[in-house]
């Protein structure tokens, strides 16, 4: 299993958040809390996971999420979120992944469990695939891919489990309206590799393998893409990147490999030459967007392999695939790892400004298609750690990035669910963040961030 507490006794901790103290009236460019559960580490455990302790509202309750981070997230923009799974820890101070379904209300700004018992690492029974049944419901997991349907329903492909070793390959239904789950595709083994039958064309026989933290759309026409993500190689007994792009033919129920090799850890086309050919490089955890205005799929970043895939690492990218074209165009930044970040003046959009490397980074979209990214960077020099929970925006009409100035930033560094709502506000519940004490925790807070 993965370490993911975080210990550095010779550092320094530096947060670029500004000390905020919210009034009764929110201003453009300020964060609001909308509720604070604080947490502490629980010691002298065999988990090296973030526990907490079970102090009151810490842990959720029946109205309200335990802290959790790399949840999965559906917004049917009809006023509704709904949120399954992700690694967190329950009001036992068990840690591990959840398998509960809950819906958000934006109106209302409540919570409600839908499906599931609040518990982490839960046994389900037996499923058979296409059966509908009140009690069938996947494994817990975290760093699904995600969909919703015309008709609201939610769509789930992939994760991965508790672990960190085992990847599904399972496609999930959940129909909105009976509160069911059903299995529609998929194998009940681990790690399972791409099953490709023809390439680009229609074909029951075609299924992306297993994997998590791929990038993920949904076009104006419903069907849904999925690019990437990454799986346990035994083998190499570490973590192997993806560069494929699928689509589900949402009327079919088909898969179609559209782009892209099917190989683990593969080469692709130097990304500074201008070619037909050129794919992003293998990756997982980008932030990604669908632009409808062109009709085109956007990712930004992600953690994975050099074009040569000699190494991995932190990436700065950001490419446009173009639906109709079939063809990935890089739009900006470099094809090697770690590039630092770049303001420029604030809130001027400039050829210059650039976020940086980021992965597992919290990002909307807007109602005017611009991009918003929230964090997903965290940097050590000279015995110094620099959390960046900072915020930029992408707008696609001019191919530039905007450094935001904001207030109350917080804390949360990458992990966190990001969705936005009909009066443009961007929310952030849940994620990552490092202690005082230098050690990675998970949140359940809810935020807001007022942009206009």
Not at 168 to 182: E, G, L, V
Not at 341 to 358: H, I, K, L, M
């Amino acid at each position: 299993m993965k370490n993911i507490n975080v210990y550095f006794p010779l550092g320094i901790i530096l947060f670029t958040f500004v000390n905020f103290r919210i009034e009764a009236q929110v201003l453009p460019n300020q964060w609001e809390k909308l509720e604070r559960f604080d947490s502490k580490n629980l010691e002298g455990l065999k988990s090296n996971t973030p526990k907490v302790t079970k102090v009151s509202l810490d842990l959720g309750s029946g109205n309200h999420p335990s802290p959790r981070q790399g949840a999965m997230l559906w917004n049917d923009k009809k006023g509704s979120i709904y949120m399954f799974g992700g690694e967190g820890v329950e009001e036992t101070g068990e840690v591990g992944v959840f398998n509960e379904l809950w819906s958000f209300n934006l109106t209302t700004q409540s919570w409600e469990l839908k499906k599931g018992n609040r518990k982490v690492n839960q046994k389900v029974e037996r499923y058979a695939k296409s059966i509908e049944s009140f009690n069938t419901q996947p494994e817990g997991r975290k760093g699904a891919s995600t969909w919703v349907d015309k008709n609201g329903d939610l769509w789930m492909f992939g994760g991965r489990g508790f672990d960190n070793v085992s990847n599904y390959d399972q496609m999930w239904h959940f129909s909105a309206k009976k509160n069911t789950w059903i299995l529609m595709g998929g194998s009940d083994k681990t790690n399972q590799k791409n099953n490709v039958s023809i390439k680009k064309e229609n074909s029951a026989g075609s299924l992306p393998g297993a994997r998590y933290g791929s990038a993920f759309w949904t076009d104006k026409d419903g069907n849904f893409w999925m690019f990437g993500g990454s799986v346990y190689s035994n083998d190499k007994a570490k973590d192997s990147y993806l560069a494929d792009l699928w689509q589900f033919d949402f009327n079919k129920k088909t898969w179609i490999l559209v782009a892209g090799p099917i190989e683990e850890d593969p080469k692709v086309s130097p990304s500074d030459k201008e070619d037909f050919g050129r794919i992003p490089s293998a990756r997982a955890q980008a932030s990604s967007w669908y632009n409808s205005n062109n009709n085109s799929l956007y990712i930004y970043g992600g953690y994975g392999l050099d074009p040569k895939a000699l190494g991995d690492g932190g990436l700065s990218d950001l490419w446009q695939f173009d639906i109709i074209a079939k063809r990935w165009i890089l739009l900006k930044g470099k094809s090697g790892h770690f590039e630092k970040s770049n303001t420029g003046v604030t809130e001027v959009a400039s050829d210059d400004v650039t976020p940086g490397f980021r992965h597992e980074a919290i990002n909307w979209t807007d109602d005017l298609g611009d991009f918003w990214l929230f964090g997903g960077q965290r940097t050590t020099q000279n015995n110094i750690m620099y959390l960046n929970n900072d915020i930029w925006k992408y707008s696609p009409s001019n191919n530039k990035w905007m450094y935001i100035q904001s207030n109350g930033n917080p804390p949360i560094q990458k992990g966190g669910n990001g969705f936005s709502d009909s009066n443009g506000n961007l929310w952030i519940f849940g994620g990552n963040y490092v202690d005082s004490e230098l050690t990675n925790r998970v949140s359940n807070d809810l935020w807001k961030f007022k942009t206009k």
